[in-house]
Structures are given as C-alpha cells and as structure tokens.
C-alpha cells in the first residue's frame, strides 16, 4: 500500500477529511495526460473530449443517478451555488447548526428564509419538529458533518421524501461519497453535490452534482423558456448542462476523478466500506473508553469515518511529533480513516493519547 501512497511511508494519515491522498499510479497518468496535451494541443484534447461523457457515465452506473441528470462542476461550492441561482427566491431553507459554511452561508448571503436545528442525540426529533413548525420547502445538510463526524441516517433520509414527498432534500456529498455504497436513485435525495478531492482520492478541481427528476423541474424555469445556443460544439447541451457546465471541462482534472473512480470500484465501495466502518468503529469504542467521543455517538445505526476529539494544544503537539496528521476543526482536533489506514495506525495515535509514545 505505501508503495501506491508514498506519504504514508512518512506519516500516520488520519487525514483524509481534509484531504484525499495522491496515488503513484494517478500521479503517472496525469503526467501522461500533460505530455499528450503537450505533443498533441487541440488535436489531444479533441480526442480526449469523449473522457467527460464516460467520467459523468461512471458517476451514474456506481451511485446510481441517471447520466441525463449528472453534472460535473469544479467543486461542491461551485455545484451548489449554482443549484441556488436556479431556485425561486421563496424557498425556505431548514439547515443544521455548524454546517460546513460552503452549505450555509450562501443560503443566508442569498437572502433566503431559514431556521436551523442543532445536532445532538434527537437530531431526527428535531428535524421533524422544525418541518412542521417552520414549513420548509428545502431540507439542506451534509451527509456527514465535517467536525463532529456526525452522519445522517439513510433510513431517516428516506422515511423524510416519503412522509414530505414536497420538501426538496439536498445533500453535500464531499465527505461521504467513496467511503460507502450508495444509490442516489434510491436514496431520497433530490440533489447530492459534492467536490471529489477528498475521499474520491482525485486531486483538486473536480466534483460532482446527482439531481432528481423533482428538483430538475424545480430550477432554472426561466432558462428552460429560452432557446438553446445552436452552435455545432453545444449541441448535446441541455439547459441545466448550460448552467452547471457553462465552459470547458479540464480533461487532466476530471480525468483524474475518473481513474480514481475506476480504481475505487476495482477495490469495490462495498469492501471499502467494511475496512473502513470496522477501523472507525474500533477507534470510536477506544475514543469513547478515554471520554473523547460521547456515549450518543456510539448508538448511532449510520456512522462516519469521521471522529472529533477534544484534546489540550500539549496532546496535539504530541500527535504532530509522532507524525500523525489530523486537522483542528471547531472545538477540537478531527481524525479520518480511510481503506489505507490499518489498526497499527489506531494503535499508534492511543499510545499517544496514552502517553505511552
């Protein structure tokens, strides 16, 4: 595995969080990539333009969306404001306190109406309560919070477009796509947008949008009435491709997302998930056993690979001399397991913890 990940020849990553690791293997092919575009110019990227619609038809077959509405956006703030852009100002947005601020700060900048629920052991009581209360017409959220590690539960998300079949449900994808098995189509979700530099393991400048047929009809309408560009090199553009693909799409950054894509579901998300939910799970019962992750968190169906632990700045500066990479994040210090962390990894940040290294 070092061999595919040389940083952890010389760190302990339990950072992945805030950023994914750049394979050998992907780093070769994007340097292929440039040597091409160097040889070939315009005649490369012509020939290589066929990549965009296979990445966006990848996307589609392992999490499930239909292609027709996949689209690729540079990141997940890019993906969601322009999602914003293209909704009636009168939408009502319910949040989530200590939301990522790529989630909520555009709603409030945009001047939408908005309430928020905190995030505790009745979260799913909460969200309720707020529906009927405050009347929603959209439901946005992480699907895994990007301090706490909270995650949302599938079941809940599904039982939410059943019961408020109205009430549009918008997900950040960043910090939970490529560490599960997922099918957008069956989720209950009617957008999942989300940057794949993270857990993807692609490298930056590349994300992803999945949108149902219920929040295609519900943006853009007024676009939808002009007449599209005729322009020959336009012409499989749809209205919403126009707006959430209104340029070119760099085929060394969304390729680099298709390799790793390919690399990924080679490995399988199904085995991806069970390396990485039984290394999470060991961590969060250690973490919990030193009074570092609450008891609630432990009862959760759906859990993250994400864990926040409240450590003094001495414990920190211990895990950065023993090389051990984890991110502040609020009000405490963020870890991550990912498929390339092993138990020798979790074993080496308790000694830590312990005061044994």
Known sequence: MNLSFPILKE????????????????????????????????LFKMESMPLITELRNNIAKHFGSKPENTYLVQNFSIGFNILLNGLDRNHRFLLLEEEYPSVSYPIMSMGFDYDSVPIDKKLEENIINAIEEFKPTILAFSMVQYI???????D?????????????????????????TFNFEKSGLDALIGSGYKWLLAGYGNGYVMLSDQMKDAIYAKNKLANLPTAPFLKEKDHLSMCFEP??????????????????????????????????NQARLALNARGLVPDWMLDRKYQSTIMSMPLDQKTVDKLAAAKIL????????????????????????????????
């Open 11 to 42: 760190y302990t990553y339990l950072n992945t969080a805030n950023s994914g690791i750049l394979s050998t293997n992907l780093a070769e092919w994007r340097t292929q990539h440039d040597e091409a575009f160097m040889a070939g110019g315009s």
């Open 326 to 357: 984890a991110s502040p994040r609020g009000a405490g210090t963020r870890i991550s397991f990912h498929f390339y962390n092993t138990e020798e990894d979790l074993i080496q940040l308790l000694e830590v913890l312990d005061g044994k290294n």
């Open 148 to 154: 706490s590690g909270f995650r949302m539960d599938d």
């Open 247 to 280: 340029g070119h799409l760099d085929t060394l950054n969304f390729g680099t997302l298709n390799e790793s894509l390919k690399y990924l579901s080679a490995m399988g998300f199904d085995e991806i998930e069970k390396t990485t939910q039984t290394l999470s």
């Open 156 to 180: 809940f998300i599904q039982k939410l477009k059943t019961t408020y079949p109205n009430l549009l449900l918008v997900g950040d994808g960043t910090q939970f796509l490529g560490t599960a």
